[in-house]
């Protein structure tokens, strides 16, 4: 597994379990959602992302995800 697909991996269960709590539990969880959004917009801009720097410590090799 390398980077860019545990990324993709990451927001994904990120993302479907803010909406599945939100549906079951309460909307509030929704903003988790919308904050992750946000954080992939923030991240194409400024190149930051905190998960990918623990993934490059955990010593995952890097390549590009579509290809």
Request: aromatic fraction near 8%.
């Amino acid at each position: 597994m390398t980077i860019e697909r545990m990324i993709l991996l990451v927001v994904g269960v990120v993302v479907l379990g803010s909406v599945l709590l939100g549906v079951y539990h309460s909307l509030n969880w929704l903003w988790l959602a919308g904050l992750m959004g946000l954080h992939l917009i923030q991240a194409s801009f400024t190149g930051l992302c905190p998960v990918v720097m623990a993934l490059k410590r955990m010593g995952l090799p890097s390549k590009p995800a579509f290809g």
